[in-house]
């Protein structure tokens, strides 16, 4: 038995693929920053679990009753890569058999994935009118919103690029963009809007920043985007003031202070007028550090890869310092099920730093706790940050 057979089982048997993908992705990092070589026989067992895995990927492909669940195991090709990349120095090191099924499983990845590939081509020069055409042909007729919204997700992944886009194809992403919040607003004030579509409406407020920056005005889209307000729904909010603000549109103080009022978004909305000279903006009985580390905790902790949700409780027990940073030290509780049973329902550890420092491991806080908060702050300090 190699030192990889029981990750291997592991991941064989996970619940989920994002639960194999997120133990492979783990495992191909370690061994990447690991110093010593791989030993023969544990490099031939993880390369041929790899390789039967991809191998299989078709039939999985097939069997996906949604782009969400491609688009999943798309992640776990990605993974199953990375560990064949580890496993061997070249292609040529690998059978020819092998090579030539890797690249099967490519060409059909790729050709499910066809509107993320055809914006990684456009990008790979200066796109223009004519390819945001095309890629707008390939989206508009798709009915899964979740892929769909890859359209805007991939736009995003070129945004330090967008200035790349001539202003005729800004123009046509532009219109594209109002008619789908149009469609996505009127879906929201309904109650017609699915998850994915609602996820849409934030990638697209995000994006249109970089499709009216430096380009003609475009009232219309503008106009949308502010309206948007009205659904006072701060995830989309958030994205809808960072979009108004970098194009020098007014954006009324109730929405500010709206934002300042949920914990999730406090801290982001703070640095977001910090950034605009516009810090006056924000409700001044809200500027405490210690409510804004609060909230860039809890940010934190919503993130799927977290609780995916706001903790029921979420206590601050002290402020200290480490290497120049400052840390605001939480307890919380949550009975998320991205926690163990061992863990719902328990006081767990948190801190927000100052300079981006923020995180939490699901330390107890019963095993840290002393004889004063003081004390306890202390310990965590040293034992945890």
Request: aromatic share 10%; charged share 30%.
């Amino acid at each position: 038995m190699s030192a990889f057979t029981e990750i291997i089982n592991g991941a064989k048997n996970a619940e989920t693929l994002r639960d194999k993908s997120q133990l492979l992705t783990y495992l191909g990092r370690a061994l990447s920053s690991a110093k010593r070589k791989l030993d023969p026989a544990d490099k031939n067992e993880l390369a041929a679990f790899a390789l039967s895995e991809i191998e299989g990927l078709p039939a999985l492909l097939n069997q996906a009753g949604s782009y969400r669940e491609k688009d999943e195991l798309f992640g776990l090709f990605e993974s199953l890569m990375n560990l064949i990349m580890i496993c061997y120095d070249s292609p040529a090191a690998m059978p020819r058999d092998k090579v030539e099924m890797i690249q099967r499983v490519v060409e059909r990845c790729d050709k499910e994935r066809f509107l993320e590939t055809a914006i990684d081509e456009a990008f790979k020069g200066n796109p223009d009118a004519a390819d945001m055409e095309r890629i707008l042909c390939m989206a508009s007729p798709l009915k899964d919103e979740f892929h769909k919204g890859q359209l805007w997700q991939g736009l995003l992944h070129y945004k330090g690029q967008m200035n790349r886009l001539s202003n005729d194809a800004k123009a046509v992403l532009a219109r594209y963009a109002a008619s789908e919040l149009s469609r996505y607003a009127e879906e929201r004030k309904e109650g017609t809007i699915a998850g994915d579509g609602h996820a849409n409406l934030e990638y697209i407020c995000d994006a249109a920043g970089s499709l009216l920056f430096n380009a003609p005005q475009n009232p219309e889209l503008t106009g949308l985007i502010a309206d948007l307000f009205s659904l006072h729904d701060s995830d989309v909010s958030y994205y809808a003031l960072s979009t108004l603000l970098s194009v020098d549109c007014q954006v009324p103080d109730e929405v500010i202070a709206a934002l300042a009022r949920d914990v999730v978004y406090a801290d982001l909305t703070y640095e977001l007028l910090e950034r605009y000279g516009m810090t006056g903006r924000f409700p001044a009985e809200l500027c405490d550090p210690v409510y804004l580390a609060k909230s860039n905790m809890v940010h934190w902790l919503v993130y799927p890869t977290e609780l995916g949700k706001e903790p029921d409780e979420i206590e601050f027990l002290g402020q200290t310092k480490k290497k120049g940073e400052i840390f605001h030290i939480f307890r919380y509780r949550s009975d998320s099920d991205n926690l163990g049973d061992d863990l719902k329902g328990v006081w767990l550890i948190g801190w927000a730093g100052d300079d981006g420092g923020t995180f939490s491991n699901f330390d107890k806080y019963a095993d840290y706790e002393q004889k004063t908060p003081e004390k306890t702050v202390k310990y965590i300090r040293r034992k945890l940050l």
